[in-house]
């Protein structure tokens, strides 16, 4: 039983961060290629992250404006590719939430023992 409430401590307390501003990437153009894109926090009132393909051109940034239907996921429109989500970091294809490696990180330790 103490290992059980010394389990579900460590996990309340990692999902504090939760609560935070959202955290994006921001890029534009070239710099959306590099591997160190710029982490930015969303000033209030953004809940989603941006990522926009025009073309070839890409620009990945906090959204202040809600998508359409307030929905996640992305839409065409001719030549233009607009994806919305929520979550830390969420506007990158290749990215895995910190909050996500912590909790699979506990759960394998709590496992382990």
């Known amino acids: 039983m103490k290992n059980f409430l010394t389990f579900t401590g460590i996990i309340l307390l990692s999902l504090i961060g939760c609560s935070s501003s959202l955290e994006c990437y921001e890029c534009d153009g070239e710099s959306c ?14 809940v989603y992250c941006l990522k926009l393909q025009l073309d070839e051109e890409f620009t990945k940034s906090c959204a202040y404006d809600a998508p359409q239907n307030d ?4 839409k065409e429109f001719g030549t233009t590719k607009t994806c919305y989500c929520k979550g830390d970091f969420c506007n990158s294809s290749n990215h895995v939430s910190a909050l ?3 909790l699979l990180l506990l759960l394998l330790l ?3 023992h």
Do not use: M, N, P, R
């Not at 290629?33 to 953004?46: F, I, T």
């Not at 929905?71 to 992305?74: A, I, L, M, R």
């Open 110 to 112: 709590h496992i382990l």
């Open 100 to 102: 996500f490696s912590t």
């Open 71 to 74: 929905e996640e996921g992305c």
């Open 33 to 46: 290629v590099s591997e160190s894109l710029d982490q930015v926090k969303c000033q209030e009132g953004a």
